[in-house]
């Protein structure tokens, strides 16, 4: 159970956009119900918006004047002061042509700028004659929109202007009022609840450190420089946010599992070698886990066959090199895709919603960026969450800070991170308690 602190339900100060569409005849009845509701409102029209319209007649349901132009006073900078005074932006109707200026993040009048500026929800109701809603460009700038963040209302079917009917109406006030402060309610009480330091009390959450060693005898292995950090300041960000933590640690030095000690509460900890032990240990931990995530770099292969003994370079058949030295062959097989497993095969036998995060450290290369290399390895891999970070010599591992993109489980960014192991942590713990919640 999470759980969230008291979340205030207003009065609001709800800013209506208007834009223009015949439908624009119905936005004083979106102010009028919010008035009545007890929120304070401030209507921002666009100019095609007030040749349907008049500014009167929204000013008297708003009770003040409204605004239209970024250069009706200048001084008031009212670009970006309307968009930080909004607890909410509901642009009700929201023309094909606002879509489509939203979407390509233009600012050329004072709703645009609004949108563009503020740190509230925003959310359109779209109005438009059926062929402009069905239009692919329409389509894609929804698409955008509402991957950036921004609440669409679908529109209603219906009769339109003319004597055409279809889907493209606006829905009725009521609804548009209802569902705006549906979505700022959400909005909050996410932002209590995701950021609270018990937002994943109750929960269990599995995270994988350190990178895994393959042994080739009983002194040599195939590893790499993971140090164990990134997973263990997740495992201290869930903790701190209240959750029962199980680090499953591959090789992670004790220095770097020190600061475990500091926490409030105990982490259990796991210690693990190779990836198949870490496969096994991960899944054993996961049967009643909330979250998983996947911190450790996990070999993707292992020598065939490990020698009991240690293989003695006098062993080895000379001269094969072209310049005469020895060579030695170590043949490898494919560990398992222990995130891949987890999301194709979840261990939760309850039907329980289990979260799963990658990250992935990535170097671009004649194919693509680090991005692109990660939005691809997010589509193939199918985590909620993947933290995509640059990795080289001095970037990315060891105790180095780290910038890091998050992508959902199509590709897209989720949020940005730049700071220290603990910050990129913090970040997404805060992500998944969000997600979890939902
Ligand atoms: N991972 C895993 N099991 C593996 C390999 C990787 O669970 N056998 C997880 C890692 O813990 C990480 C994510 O998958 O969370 C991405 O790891 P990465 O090594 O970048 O992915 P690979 O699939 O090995 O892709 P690449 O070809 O880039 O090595």
Redesign the pocket.
């Known amino acids: 159970m999470i759980m969230t602190p008291d979340v205030p339900t207003g009065p609001w100060r709800v800013v209506v956009g208007v834009s223009g569409s015949i439908a624009a005849y119905k936005a004083p009845f979106v102010v009028r119900r919010l008035r009545q509701a007890g929120h304070e409102v401030r209507v921002v029209a666009t100019d095609a918006a007030l040749r349907f319209i008049g500014a009167p007649a929204l000013a008297a349901v708003a009770g003040r004047p409204v605004s239209s132009g970024i250069f009706d006073d200048p001084a008031a900078v009212e670009h970006v002061a309307v968009g930080e005074w909004a607890d909410l932006v509901v642009v009700a109707p929201a023309s094909a042509d606002l879509l489509a200026r939203v979407a390509s993040g233009r600012a050329d009048d004072l709703l645009t700028a609004t949108i563009l500026t503020t740190t509230a929800p925003v959310v359109l109701a779209p109005a438009m004659h059926t062929q402009m809603w069905a239009n692919p460009a329409t389509r894609e700038n929804v698409a955008t929109l509402q991957r950036r963040g921004l609440s669409i209302i679908h529109p209603d079917s219906g009769r339109l202007t003319g004597a055409d009917s279809g889907e493209g109406r606006l829905p009725d006030p009521e609804r548009i009022v209802a569902e705006a402060l549906a979505v700022l309610a959400d909005r909050r009480a996410r932002r209590a609840g995701a950021s609270g330091s018990e937002a994943l009390s109750g929960r269990h959450v599995v995270v994988?450190a350190g990178g895994t060693r393959e042994p080739i005898d009983p002194v040599r292995y195939v590893g790499n420089r993971s140090s164990g950090r990134q997973g263990v300041a997740a495992a201290c960000a869930a903790a701190e946010r209240g959750a029962r933590v199980t680090l499953v640690a591959a090789n992670v030095a004790d220095d770097v599992l020190a600061v475990l000690a500091t926490l409030p509460r105990e982490v259990e900890v796991v210690a693990v070698g190779t990836?198949v032990e870490l496969h096994d240990a991960v899944r054993r931990a996961a049967r009643d886990a909330d979250a998983v995530i996947?911190?450790?770099?996990?070999a993707?292969y292992r020598p065939v066959e490990v020698s009991a003994s240690k293989i003695k370079k006098h062993g080895l058949q000379r001269g094969s090199a072209a310049d005469g030295s020895a060579r030695l062959t170590i043949e490898l097989v494919e560990?398992?895709?222990?995130?891949?497993s987890l999301v194709a095969d979840p261990p939760r036998r309850d039907g329980e919603r289990m979260l799963t995060v990658?990250?992935?450290?990535?170097t671009g290369d004649a194919e693509g960026d680090v991005l692109a290399?990660g939005a691809a390895?997010a589509r193939r891999?199918g985590a909620d969450l993947l933290a995509v970070n640059a990795v080289g010599e001095r970037l990315g591992f060891g105790d180095v800070p780290n910038s890091i993109v998050i992508l959902d489980n199509r590709g897209y960014e989720v949020a940005r991170v730049e700071g220290s192991k603990i910050d990129v942590a913090r970040v997404l713990i805060d992500l998944v308690a969000s997600r979890l919640s939902d």
């Open positions: 994988s990836a996947m911190a450790a770099a996990v993707d560990n398992p895709d222990i995130l891949a990658g990250f992935a450290a990535e290399h390895k891999k």
